[in-house]
């Protein structure tokens, strides 16, 4: 049979959310294109930005879209010219055209394997659910420190939001991997024990006074800080990077993936569009600093050897069946999940 029925979770222009029928033929895939039957996925805050950005975007077109983009699955059918996957293949990876008509919460998914880079075989030690959770946010986090000097070379890391998923990642790769000497974290007294274990030396706890303030002292005791890593947006920091980060000469500098704006997820990316924005990422300064996202190329097979040594740890907050992807939502929404949120399609 080569036409294939199936439901994914996606919306008619500018509709909410809901089960949508779709059917592809096996037969007309191009010839890097591999058909994967998702056996999970898992959700990232940009996918509720894209989803709530997607009615200006195709306010001409008025087109369909779909959902998600960390997924991970089995390899169904290949295009004629895919060499790196066979059929049988366990994958995982980023689903990274935006605003089309696919996503990864859905049941098949066809991914152009010349123009998706950030896609492989999964660690051999990993559950499908767990390689569905590592992709977007290990790989934005291996990112975040390869714009600046080499993190074994840095002797201090303040990582903000040090309980996200970004943030996990980020401080396993500077304790475990590079063995940096202090990495300081800012987040809750409850994510301590987590952050800790990751390989938190020192925590700022930002429910416990003003954390430029706890920043400030902290550097006076321990040194400047070699590197700031921001995963999770705000402009806190950066009225005394000159009391907290080492000279520009050094190779210091500040990373951040959401800017000066800490996103709502519940609201669109146009969010980000701000006056404080524009003067972090066009104003001179008198430090280094860098807009980081996710960088194309060996990331995912360098990831892979790490879990496969046992060396980092996936944060996963909950596993919802795909009949409930609403109830993975809402833990999104919340705000709470310690983790990602992932949705599996087994039926127990």
């Given at each position: 049979m080569s036409k294939i029925n199936y439901t994914q979770v996606g919306y008619h222009y500018n509709g909410p959310l809901e089960f949508i029928d779709r059917t592809v033929d096996v037969s007309t895939l191009g010839p890097h294109d591999?058909?994967?039957?998702?056996?999970?996925?898992?959700?990232?805050?940009?996918?509720?930005?894209l989803y709530n950005t997607a009615h200006f975007v195709k306010f001409f077109t008025r087109s369909d879209g779909g959902f998600g983009r960390d997924f991970a699955g089995v390899v169904e059918s290949t295009g004629s010219a895919?060499?790196?996957f066979q059929v049988g293949d366990k994958i995982s990876g980023i689903f990274e055209p935006l605003f089309t008509q696919q996503g990864s919460v859905t049941e098949y998914l066809i991914v152009d394997t010349q123009k998706s880079h950030n896609i492989g075989t999964i660690p051999n030690n990993l559950t499908l659910e767990q390689a569905a959770a590592f992709p977007l946010t290990f790989g934005t986090a291996y990112t975040t420190l390869t714009h600046f000097k080499k993190p074994a070379e840095c002797e201090n890391v303040l990582v903000l939001g040090g309980a996200t998923s970004v943030g996990a990642f980020t401080i396993q790769l500077l304790k475990k991997v590079h063995k940096v000497k202090n990495v300081v974290t800012v987040n809750s007294a409850n994510s301590a024990e987590r952050v800790k274990r990751y390989g938190s030396d020192i925590m700022i706890d930002y429910k416990k006074g003003n954390v430029k303030a706890q920043a400030i002292e902290l550097a006076k005791d321990i040194g400047k800080f070699d590197l700031i890593i921001d995963c999770v947006g705000g402009n806190d920091m950066l009225g005394c990077m000159s009391e907290v980060l080492k000279p520009k000469s050094t190779g210091s500098g500040y990373v951040s993936i959401n800017g000066a704006t800490v996103g709502d997820y519940r609201?669109?990316?146009?969010?980000?569009?701000?006056?404080?924005?524009?003067?972090l990422f066009f104003f001179p300064k008198k430090w280094n600093f860098k807009m980081s996202s996710i960088q194309e190329g060996t990331w995912y097979e360098y990831g892979k050897g790490l879990f496969?040594?046992?060396?980092?740890?996936?944060?996963?907050?909950?596993?919802?069946?795909?009949?409930?992807y609403q109830d993975a939502i809402n833990t999104l929404l919340d705000h709470k999940a310690q983790g990602k949120v992932v949705i599996t399609m087994a039926s127990s």
């Open positions: 591999v058909l994967v039957k998702i056996a999970a996925a898992a959700l990232n805050p940009v996918d509720l930005l895919v060499t790196k609201s669109s990316a146009l969010q980000f569009f701000t006056w404080d924005n524009v003067k496969e040594e046992g060396l980092l740890e996936i944060p996963i907050d909950s596993v919802h069946k795909y009949a409930n």
